[in-house]
């Protein structure tokens, strides 16, 4: 009986079959350096390399009949694995970092939202009750002019009033607005 040493792949493979640990440790000891040198060179993580490693050896321990001596040698054949497992998981990792940067953002701009919504709520209840309790004539004109978009001209001509007037009760009624926004305790209008 020739030695471990002096058998070929094909037949170490087919001792493979036969569940034989022995042929298996030697398939390892021939190629097992290559395998591992292959996928971490594509994957570019050691640890990762003998996870793929050891995947490919495990596969031809439980399917030695998918390789086939007439389409080439078990070096090949071993290494064609290897990259194509290695690929997969840099893909798979790839994938995997854009979904959790996805869901990472999506999860960002939610509570982004939610909490602006939340403020923009209070910010309107405060400036509502701000603006209502302004005296009608700064309360009319500050609406024509922030809320409708009209030009200091316009609300003069509208409320039919100088235009000298309508800045006056604009600028008043902004400073009793901010004094009662300050002290509703809606910061950032100091400004």
């Given at each position: 009986m020739p030695s471990i040493d002096e058998v070929s792949d094909a037949q170490l493979v087919t001792s493979i079959a036969r569940y034989s640990e022995v042929a298996?440790?030697?398939?390892?000891?021939?190629?097992?350096?290559?395998?591992?040198?292959l996928a971490k060179r594509v994957l570019h993580n050691a640890s990762e390399a003998?996870?793929?490693?050891?995947?490919?050896?495990?596969?031809?321990?439980?399917?030695?009949?998918?390789?086939?001596?007439?389409?080439?040698?078990?070096?090949?054949?071993?290494?064609?694995?290897?990259?194509?497992?290695?690929?997969?998981?840099?893909?798979?990792?790839?994938?995997?970092?854009?979904?959790?940067?996805?869901?990472?953002?999506r999860t960002a701009q939610g509570a982004y939202d939610l909490e602006h919504e939340a403020w923009d709520l209070a910010v309107t209840d405060q400036v509502t009750s701000a603006l209502s309790a302004l005296p009608e004539a700064e309360r009319r004109a500050i609406e024509l002019a922030y809320f409708d978009g009209h030009t200091y001209r316009q609300v003069a001509t509208m409320l039919g009033q100088p235009e000298g007037t309508v800045k006056s009760r604009i600028r008043n009624g902004m400073r009793r607005m901010r004094a009662a926004l300050t002290d509703a305790g809606v910061r950032g209008v100091d400004a």
């Open positions: 298996l440790a030697e398939v390892y000891r021939r190629h097992g350096g290559a395998v591992y040198g003998e996870d793929v490693a050891q995947e490919i050896f495990l596969r031809l321990w439980r399917q030695p009949e998918s390789f086939d001596p007439a389409r080439g040698s078990l070096r090949s054949y071993l290494l064609a694995q290897a990259h194509g497992r290695a690929v997969d998981a840099v893909r798979s990792s790839a994938a995997r970092r854009r979904r959790e940067a996805r869901d990472a953002m």
